[in-house]
């Protein structure tokens, strides 16, 4: 039988998991809408200073990816971050299917999640069922 994460999770874990898939869904939806494209983008739940975006600093002279670049910000400033996520598009170039990729990841889990979309006008963003599976701790492993 398979365990389910809200049975070895914390209160504060599900809460935090469940604001900053709302939250990751909601800037992907503008995004993708405003951009037709989604970089990678980080939600921090800061131990003091409450919820906030991570501001995408890329370095474009570093062979590391955007998100490769997010997680290492993230590391630096771990001991003051209770929970984060990181959404991206995890479409590949070229593929029919499009989906988003939302990594989550508290002090005592993570998670990733699968949401297939649907952009059928400018207007409208529709999402299909949401997969999820246990994720690799980046931070706190």
Avoid at 59 to 73: A, F, H, N, P
């Amino acid at each position: 039988m398979m365990t389910k994460w809200r049975e070895v999770t914390s209160a504060e874990c599900q809460e935090d998991f469940d604001d900053l898939l709302d939250v990751c869904v909601e800037i992907a939806a503008e995004r993708i809408g405003e951009n037709w494209g989604l970089e990678p983008v980080a939600v921090v739940n800061h131990v003091s200073l409450g919820q906030m975006i991570l501001p995408v600093e890329v370095d474009t002279s570093s062979t590391m990816t955007v998100y490769e670049q997010l997680v290492g910000r993230l590391r630096a400033v771990a001991d003051d971050v209770r929970s984060y996520a990181i959404v991206s598009d995890g479409a590949a170039d070229g593929a029919s299917n499009t989906h988003l990729e939302v990594l989550l990841e508290h002090r005592e889990y993570a998670m990733q999640i699968h949401v297939p979309y649907v952009i059928s006008d400018a207007k409208t963003f529709d999402l299909g069922p949401m997969k999820a599976v246990v994720g690799q701790q980046l931070l706190w492993g």
